[in-house]
């Protein structure tokens, strides 16, 4: 039984600082927040968590980390509260309790390996602080030491989940002791009758075979010694795991593996190397076909070293990898990082990824070597991932994202269609506002409906280029179509001129005629190009129709004529006049939303008619004069414009009824309200109203400002 005591030599041991108080206040809340708890091994929550202690303590972590991994679920039994812990250990324990307690709740669904490896990109991102990682590594492997004790379908699940997420990760960050257990102990389950046979034919002699390597070793560091060579010499058995996955991967027997014993030699210079090989082959003879010369042909990956396989004392077969120490290195740590190797290379892994394992692998190195306390602003504080985001689906599916997504990329990370019918979503459990930015490990419910369409919104906030082209393909599909229907009844009109219909039009050779000739490939090419305002109706009646057949049709000048050519005679609500005609299709530009009574000028657009715009707008001073065009108020005729107004107010009872009253008095409607409390006891209003001119507007703005509490109001433009 592990006691606080030991913790706590073993802790001064290598961190001379160490406070034993907090260590023990630490055992106080554990007993307190599973008070009456028993696992089902017999255990006291105390002692389970005493041995995670033990775990991290062999990898020479500071206090705070053993505190936190003392009273990782602590929180979530509802016995201690957050002040309580927040009063006695401060911010950076709580802070790393809370993270593990987040991480803890991410469902785990088996899935392809690319999605294993998002879940493991995720979990580094979300824990941030190292420790969090270290922590969850001890935890996960105390439990697997304990598997036995859980029911069998959860027994199941986590040693999958141990095998394609945890060991991984412990191998990445360079820990192969609890990779190689981890990945031993899961075997255990998954694969019983394998690690059973394995187990028996391996472990029968393994204090025979613990004094066979430390006498081989010690025969190799002679030969160096003969010779005059410096070198570093060191041997090891294959874990079960390992042994199966070569197995596995090259269908032979056990009989077959030759390197259950395996020797490593590490030298200075190439030379060295092979002399080095000479000296083993001189000594014990190499089984043929089993020399591989890595230094002269190195692997695409850049791993160099030379691998043989030579029958050693005793007729033992024994493997041996002689390298320099700077082959070695890249061999751990750069572009052949041995976890690559060792994972089968099926994941594509970056460089980019590369440098950030091998850096943070570098930070576990630097916190054994250094016994000051970690700090969360140190190198302990790690973004791996600063680019992409990772988050779920609600079966548990992982999708990657770039930073700054929004639930419209998850949308159509999910499937393009579920991204077109896209209007809202629950992030979390919580409606959220559909430009709401992810985080890592955020559960993404996406609510769809078949009568949604893609909006041109869209494009300033997301971030994928999936979703960017999709909604932009979207948009100049509906413009086309919009655009082949105004043009279809453009060029209708213009034939009806002539006494013709459409559908005769298009049945005489003139019109697949001018279709080529134009450069198109169908009818609805030419009606897209009218309804853009690239071509005119009488341009394509004129190489349709024969010459004897089209009537002549008075001259009209000036843009005006060109205006009422292309937009035939829509009858205007709009009170708009032009040169004292009403007869044209008019819209009212979003940009400035002008009013009757300001300054107007129109704007000719291709293929949606005129739009009209206040003469000081810096879109139309910015467009092309000469598709400007001259336009007054029709003041005679009674007619309401929407526009939108702000106002600043007190935050006070009341305010809302006078206002809504002041408006009323000024004799205008309200449409919509959107009624917001700032926080620094100001309110902030938008109200959109009806209103007949800008005389009129005036006077609502006057009889607003009259409430008291009123700071502020003023015009809002779109």
């Given at each position: 039984?592990?006691?606080?005591?030991?913790?706590?030599?073993q802790?001064k041991?290598?961190?001379?600082?160490?406070?034993?108080?907090?260590?023990?206040?630490?055992?106080?809340?554990c007993?307190?927040?599973?008070?009456?708890?028993?696992?089902?091994?017999?255990?006291?929550?105390?002692?389970?968590?005493?041995?995670?202690?033990?775990?991290?303590i062999?990898?020479k972590?500071?206090e705070?980390?053993?505190i936190?991994?003392?009273l990782?679920?602590?929180?979530?039994?509802?016995?201690?509260?957050?002040?309580?812990l927040?009063?006695?250990?401060?911010?950076?324990?709580?802070?790393?309790?809370e993270?593990?307690?987040?991480i803890s709740?991410?469902?785990?669904r088996?899935?392809?390996?690319?999605?294993v490896?998002?879940?493991?990109?995720?979990?580094?991102s979300?824990?941030?602080?190292l420790?969090?990682?270290?922590?969850?590594?001890?935890?996960?492997l105390?439990?697997?030491?304990?598997i036995?004790?859980?029911?069998g379908?959860?027994?199941?699940s986590r040693?999958?989940?141990?095998?394609?997420?945890y060991?991984?990760?412990?191998?990445?960050?360079?820990?192969?002791w609890i990779?190689?257990?981890?990945?031993?102990l899961?075997?255990?389950?998954?694969?019983?009758?394998?690690y059973?046979?394995l187990?028996?034919?391996i472990?029968?002699?393994?204090?025979e075979?613990?004094?066979?390597?430390?006498?081989?070793r010690?025969?190799?560091?002679?030969l160096?010694?003969?010779?005059?060579?410096?070198?570093e010499?060191?041997?090891?058995?294959?874990?079960f795991y390992?042994?199966y996955?070569?197995?596995?991967?090259?269908?032979?027997?056990?009989d077959?593996?030759?390197d259950?014993?395996?020797f490593?030699?590490?030298?200075?210079?190439?030379?060295e190397?092979y002399?080095?090989?000479?000296?083993?082959?001189?000594?014990?003879?190499?089984?043929p076909g089993r020399?591989?010369?890595?230094?002269a042909?190195?692997?695409a990956?850049?791993y160099?070293?030379?691998?043989?396989?030579?029958?050693g004392?005793?007729?033992?077969?024994?493997e041996?990898?002689?390298?320099?120490?700077?082959m070695?290195?890249?061999?751990?740590?750069?572009v052949?990082?041995?976890w690559?190797?060792?994972e089968?290379?099926?994941?594509?892994?970056?460089?980019?990824?590369?440098q950030r394992?091998?850096?943070?692998?570098q930070?576990?190195e630097?916190?054994?070597?250094?016994?000051?306390?970690?700090?969360?602003?140190?190198?302990?504080?790690?973004?791996?991932?600063?680019?992409?985001?990772?988050v779920?689906?609600?079966?548990?599916?992982?999708?990657?994202?770039?930073?700054?997504?929004c639930?419209?990329?998850?949308?159509y990370?999910?499937?393009?269609?579920?991204?077109?019918?896209?209007?809202?979503?629950r992030i979390n459990?919580k409606?959220?506002?559909?430009?709401?930015?992810?985080?890592?490990?955020?559960?993404?419910?996406?609510?769809?409906?078949?009568?949604?369409?893609?909006?041109?919104d869209?494009?300033?906030?997301?971030?994928?280029?999936?979703?960017?082209?999709?909604?932009?393909?979207?948009?100049k599909?509906?413009?086309?179509?919009?655009?082949?229907?105004?043009?279809?009844?453009?060029?209708?009109?213009e034939?009806?001129k002539?006494?013709?219909?459409?559908?005769?039009?298009?049945?005489?050779?003139?019109?697949?005629?001018?279709?080529?000739e134009l450069?198109?490939?169908?009818a609805?090419?030419?009606?897209?190009?009218?309804g853009?305002?690239?071509?005119?109706?009488g341009q394509?009646?004129?190489?349709?129709?024969?010459?004897?057949?089209?009537?002549?049709?008075?001259?009209?000048?000036?843009?005006?004529?060109?205006v009422l050519?292309k937009?035939g005679?829509?009858?205007?609500?709009?009170?708009?006049?032009i040169?004292?005609?009403?007869?044209?299709?008019?819209?009212?530009?979003n940009c400035?939303?002008p009013?009757?009574?300001?300054?107007?000028?129109?704007f000719i657009?291709?293929?949606?008619?005129?739009?009209?715009h206040?003469?000081?707008c810096?879109q139309?001073?910015?467009s092309?004069?000469e598709?400007?065009?001259d336009?007054?108020?029709?003041m005679?005729?009674?007619?309401?414009?929407?526009?939108?107004?702000?106002?600043?107010?007190?935050?006070?009872?009341?305010?809302?009824?006078?206002?809504?009253?002041?408006?009323?008095?000024?004799?205008?409607?309200?449409?919509?309200?959107?009624?917001?409390s700032?926080?620094?006891?100001?309110g902030s209003?938008l109200?959109?109203?009806?209103?007949?001119?800008?005389?009129h507007l005036?006077?609502?703005?006057?009889?607003i400002k009259?409430?008291?509490g009123?700071?502020?109001?003023?015009?809002?433009?779109?």
């Open positions: 039984m592990i006691t606080i005591n030991d913790i706590y030599e802790l041991s290598y961190y001379p600082q160490a406070d034993q108080g907090l260590l023990v206040s630490a055992c106080e809340f007993q307190r927040a599973h008070h009456g708890q028993v696992s089902d091994d017999g255990r006291d929550s105390l002692q389970h968590s005493l041995e995670i202690a033990s775990i991290l062999r990898l972590v500071d705070t980390t053993i936190v991994g003392i990782y679920d602590s929180l979530s039994s509802g016995l201690v509260t957050k002040e309580e927040l009063s006695t250990f401060g911010q950076a324990v709580v802070s790393l309790i993270t593990g307690t987040k709740s991410i469902p785990y088996q899935s392809n390996q690319q999605h490896e998002n879940f493991r990109k995720m979990f580094v979300m824990a941030r602080d420790r969090v990682i270290l922590v969850y590594l001890a935890v996960r105390n439990d697997m030491r304990n036995r004790h859980f029911k379908s959860e027994q199941l040693s999958r989940e141990t095998l394609e997420i060991a991984p990760l412990a191998n990445r960050l360079g820990i192969s990779k190689s257990e981890l990945e031993d899961s075997l255990q389950i998954l694969e019983p009758e394998e059973d046979a187990s028996r034919r472990t029968a002699h393994r204090k075979r613990g004094e066979y390597v430390a006498k081989v010690e025969q190799i560091c002679d160096l010694h003969q010779n005059d060579l410096q070198g010499v060191t041997g090891r058995f294959k874990h390992s042994v996955r070569k197995m596995q991967r090259t269908g032979v027997g056990l077959q593996i030759y259950l014993t395996a490593r030699v590490l030298v200075d210079s190439v030379r190397c002399e080095v090989l000479g000296m083993i082959h001189a000594t014990w003879k190499p089984i020399f591989k010369d890595y230094i042909m190195p692997k990956n850049m160099q070293s030379l691998h043989t396989t030579v029958i004392p005793y007729a033992e077969r024994m041996v990898q002689i390298r320099t120490r700077e070695h290195r890249i061999a751990e740590e750069g052949a990082a041995h690559k190797y060792k089968g290379g099926a994941i594509p892994v970056t460089g980019r990824d590369d394992f091998n850096w943070l692998r930070v576990l630097w916190q054994r070597d250094v016994s000051t306390e970690w700090n969360a602003s140190d190198t302990t504080f790690i973004d791996l991932f600063p680019e992409e985001v990772y779920f689906t609600p079966n548990g599916e992982v999708k990657e994202l770039p930073q700054g997504s639930p419209i990329d998850f949308a990370a999910v499937h393009t269609d579920v991204g077109m019918q896209c209007v809202g979503a459990g409606l959220c506002p559909l430009k709401t930015q992810l985080q890592n490990g955020d559960i993404v419910d996406v609510l769809t409906s078949a009568h949604q369409t893609p909006s041109k869209w494009l300033a906030f997301v971030k994928t280029s999936k979703a960017r082209n999709k909604i932009r393909h979207w948009i599909a509906e413009q086309r179509e919009k655009s082949i229907e105004i043009g279809r009844e453009l060029l209708e009109k034939l009806r002539h006494k013709y219909s459409l559908k005769r039009a298009l049945s005489l050779d003139g019109f697949a005629q001018a279709v080529n450069g198109f490939k169908a609805e090419d030419i009606f897209a190009s009218i853009y305002g690239k071509l005119s109706p394509i009646v004129s190489h349709v129709l024969p010459k004897e057949e089209q009537i002549k049709q008075p001259v009209k000048a000036g843009a005006l004529g060109k050519e937009f005679r829509h009858k205007s609500q709009s009170a708009i006049l040169g004292g005609i009403d007869n044209v299709m008019v819209r009212f530009a400035c939303n009013l009757p009574g300001e300054p107007v000028i129109g657009t291709r293929g949606r008619g005129l739009a009209v206040a003469k000081n810096p139309v001073l910015a092309d004069p598709r400007r065009i336009v007054e108020w029709d005679h005729r009674k007619t309401t414009r929407p526009v939108k107004i702000r106002i600043i107010c007190s935050d006070q009872k009341g305010m809302l009824v006078g206002i809504s009253g002041a408006i009323a008095d000024a004799d205008a409607n309200i449409i919509s309200a959107s009624v917001h700032r926080g620094d006891k100001k209003n109200f959109e109203i009806d209103v007949e001119n800008l005389e005036n006077r609502v703005i006057r009889e009259k409430v008291k009123v700071l502020r109001v003023e015009r809002v433009r779109n």
